[in-house]
């Protein structure tokens, strides 16, 4: 049977995790389908993932990709959740936005008239505020819900799918570590 991975943009744009694979998200997507070819793995992709990568991927690669790849949306209908996931998930919105909150009070009083530099730390704070560490996109929640239904691993350097993705009980694996796990297993082939 083969090794099921469901992979994030996350692997081939954040540079940390694709600085294996290559210096571009391009370059990257291509080393990776290289790769690919000697394996014996499944990798699937939500479609919403794969459209999002097309905004960092030449046309060209991305057509390359796709042949090798399976695009695949989670049955969103079907799949069981945990309702301790989903009061988990509510409380921490409901804390994100007290801090968000309080980081516009905090704007608003301040009364300095370097508006340009004040809004830019406003927008930095708010985004780490509310966004760091969340599933913060239907994409990322597919991402995650696709692996549950598959029981494939996750391969993201998103933190937020991460987490979720431990709390509904998936296996992951950072990004930054598939080139090593592709390596071992390609090693394992020429035996």
Request: hydrophobic share 35%.
């Amino acid at each position: 049977m083969l090794n099921k991975y469901v992979i994030d943009t996350s692997l081939f744009v954040n540079p940390h995790a694709r600085e294996k694979f290559g210096k571009t998200p391009s370059a990257a997507v291509r080393s990776f389908i290289k790769k690919l070819a000697k394996q014996d793995m499944e990798v699937y992709m939500p479609p919403s993932i794969f459209n999002e990568l097309r905004n960092f991927v030449d046309q060209k690669t991305m057509d390359e990709l796709e042949l090798e790849i399976k695009k695949r949306s989670p049955n969103t209908y079907s799949i069981y959740l945990p309702a301790a996931v989903l009061y988990d998930f509510i409380e921490d919105i409901r804390k994100r936005m007290n801090k968000g909150m309080k980081l516009a009070e905090d704007f608003a009083q301040d009364n300095r008239p370097d508006n340009d530099t004040k809004l830019r730390k406003l927008r930095d704070k708010y985004r780490d505020a509310m966004r760091a560490g969340i599933v913060d996109s239907k994409e990322d929640f597919e991402l995650v819900l696709l692996c549950k239904e598959l029981e494939a691993t996750l391969i993201s350097s998103d933190e937020g799918v991460i987490k979720f993705a431990d709390q509904i009980g998936c296996e992951w694996l950072p990004g930054s570590r598939f080139y090593a796990l592709m390596s071992k297993k390609s090693a394992g082939r020429k035996k």
